[in-house]
């Protein structure tokens, strides 16, 4: 069984254990209603991300596979920022909210380059 911070190169998979972890996370952070708030903004864009992925998986067009990836982004942005909101409010373990900041900015890039994968018009030119 993987442990918080593993690294998984399947993609899927990385969005599910980010959730998971997010989820363990917030299990760490102080009682309040400010944290509460938090915590269930990010634990419901991060388990959309992985959601869309899903989704986008069984499109059937490139125009909607765009839009589904281009929602997994916008979750696992709205993911950073709450982490960076917590960062500064000192709310939660150092390392482990670092860790899930990295993640999340790896995520984001890795969803941004298939997005940019699928715009790419393919080429039809043979070679002479």
């Known amino acids: 069984m993987k442990k918080f911070g ?4 399947n993609f899927e998979d990385r969005l599910v254990q980010f959730a998971g972890d997010v989820i363990l996370f917030i299990k760490t952070l102080p009682r309040s209603e400010t944290s509460r708030y938090y915590a269930d903004q990010m634990m419901r864009s991060s388990g959309s991300a992985d959601l869309n992925y899903g989704e986008a998986q069984g499109t059937t067009t490139t ?3 765009i839009y589904k990836m281009s929602l ?3 979750e ?10 917590l960062t500064h ?8 909210r670092s860790k899930l900041e990295i ?3 790896e995520l984001a890039a890795i969803s941004a380059k ?7 018009p393919k080429s039809n030119s043979k070679a002479t």
């Open 6 to 9: 593993d690294k998984n190169f």
């Open 63 to 65: 125009k909607d596979f």
């Open 72 to 74: 997994v982004l916008k």
């Open 76 to 85: 696992i942005r709205e993911t950073t920022v709450n982490l960076k909101i």
């Open 89 to 96: 409010v000192k709310y939660g373990n150092d390392e482990a």
């Open 103 to 105: 993640e999340s900015k």
């Open 114 to 120: 298939m997005i940019l994968n699928k715009k790419k």
